[in-house]
């Protein structure tokens, strides 16, 4: 997972604001999420094998902290797709940092597998865009998010993997260039 150092840096270059990028960490690594957000986690309802209405963090577990099932959202995508349900009917302008920052962890953990197989940063940045969670009417901060992800690709590696070849384009010697894959 990436800091939050990283994940302001490039929010910054998305043009979000910095109150957005930080409340939207907070939520998604489940680190004194804003009241607004842990009442989504704890107050909304949803209904579990169609008749069982329960809360997020209860179905999760109530521990806050980096061993917390909230803190890993991302790796579970029915809480993604609720979260998105809930951004998208009342924080719109979240939405796009909520994208931005999962998007982001993906590169910072598949480091290892970039440099193991050589994956680029946007080949990574693909992969996980079809990946990435929908629910109807997200598209467009979706595509917002990756256009803006392969735009800024070369910016982004050297925040993201700093002094590192990581990421990089190379020829079949294995000598770095850039331009686009």
């Known amino acids: 997972m990436a800091g939050f150092i ?10 979000i604001p910095n109150r957005i990028s930080n409340e939207i960490n907070r939520f998604i690594d489940d680190i004194d999420p804003p009241k607004e957000f842990e009442e989504h986690n ?4 949803i209904f ?4 069982l209405s329960v809360s997020i963090r209860s179905l999760s577990g109530p521990v806050k902290s980096e061993n917390s099932p909230l803190h890993n959202r991302g790796k579970k995508e029915w809480i993604q797709k609720e979260d998105l349900k809930w951004l998208l009917a009342t924080r719109k302008e979240y939405i796009k940092a909520y994208y931005l920052h999962f998007a982001v962890d993906n590169i910072n953990d598949n480091k290892g597998r970039m440099k193991d197989t050589g994956e680029t940063i946007n080949q990574c940045i693909n992969r996980w865009g079809k990946n990435a969670p929908i629910v109807p009417g997200t598209e467009p901060y979706l595509k917002d998010v ?3 992800l392969r735009n800024n ?3 982004i590696r050297q925040i993201i993997f700093p002094d590192t070849d990581i990421g990089k384009l190379k020829d079949k010697e294995g000598t770095v260039y850039f331009g686009q894959d």
Not at 6 to 15: N, P, Q, S, T, V
Not at 48 to 51: K, P, Q, R, Y
């Open 6 to 15: 990283e994940h302001d840096k490039i929010a910054e270059m998305a043009g």
């Open 48 to 51: 579990v094998c169609g008749h």
């Open 153 to 155: 690709s070369e910016i």
């Open 42 to 45: 704890t107050e909304r309802k």
């Open 146 to 148: 990756l256009d803006f």
